[in-house]
């Protein structure tokens, strides 16, 4: 099946740093990837969507360019959250898409889960 | 616009009960179908799926039938086990072509011994 991994699963940070995240399909290629913030005990919350080779579509209320996504490679997909702050720790989930049978399927990633101190 | 709407949690039973866990959703055009597990710290994994009226996902024991005429995608499993304690999503997904989901809030399952 398809896997997608996420690097790193934790991390912490001092506030006004900043953190990348990786997301990674491991055996195929992924035109799409998504990124999604999860609060606790929440439902998923669509970030940003991700084209390889062209810029992020952002959700309404994502600030671009304190969430920066690069779309570099059909493998590769990386989040910074720039100059951090306690209310940016979450945790951070990816997919990546990819085409079964007749439609497309979201595969996920384990998750990253941030804390901004 | 698409919306998802879940039985809210938690929901808690003992091991070996009958679990049902309702979805209904709201969308144009013909959706699939999704529910996704998600165990404590880690993200989600699909559990199964249905992309056509009257089709029936089905995994590890879990069930979940598209009924289109109700708009609805309930979860079902005969016998819960303590292992299944995790939340659950009922998610769609807009027609061939573009996969962006619409989850519902989720919902908790907590199965005790």
């Known amino acids: 099946g398809a896997v997608v991994s996420q690097h790193p699963s934790r991390v912490i940070c001092k506030s006004g740093t900043s953190v990348k995240i990786e997301c990674r399909s491991l055996d195929f290629q992924a035109t799409t990837m998504f990124w999604y913030r999860q609060f606790p005990k929440q439902s998923l919350m669509l970030m940003a969507t991700?084209?390889?080779?062209?810029?992020?579509?952002?959700e309404q209320g994502v600030e671009k360019d304190k969430f920066l996504i690069n779309h570099a490679s059909l493998t590769l997909s990386t989040l910074t959250v720039t100059s951090a702050h306690p209310e940016d720790s979450s945790f951070y989930i990816c997919?990546?898409?990819?085409?079964?049978?007749?439609?497309?399927?979201?595969?996920f990633g384990p998750g990253t889960r941030l804390t901004v101190t | 616009g698409d919306s998802v709407t879940q039985m809210e949690g938690p929901v808690t039973l003992s091991e070996e009960a009958f679990l049902t866990i309702n979805c209904t959703y709201t969308?144009?055009?013909?959706?699939?179908l999704f529910w996704y597990v998600q165990y404590p710290g880690e993200g989600l994994q699909l559990l199964l799926k249905a992309t056509k009226a009257d089709d029936k996902g089905s995994n590890k024991g879990f069930e979940a039938t598209y009924r289109k005429e109700t708009t609805s995608f309930h979860l079902e499993k005969g016998s819960v086990q303590v292992s299944d304690s995790a939340v659950y999503f009922c998610?769609?997904?807009?027609?061939?072509?573009?996969?962006?989901?619409?989850f519902g809030k989720g919902t908790m399952l907590l199965v005790s011994p």
């Open positions: 997919s990546a898409s990819a085409l079964e049978e007749y439609s497309y399927e979201q595969y």
């Open positions: 969308a144009t055009g013909y959706p699939s």
């Open positions: 991700s084209n390889e080779g062209s810029k992020a579509t952002y």
């Open positions: 998610a769609l997904s807009d027609s061939l072509g573009y996969s962006t989901l619409t």
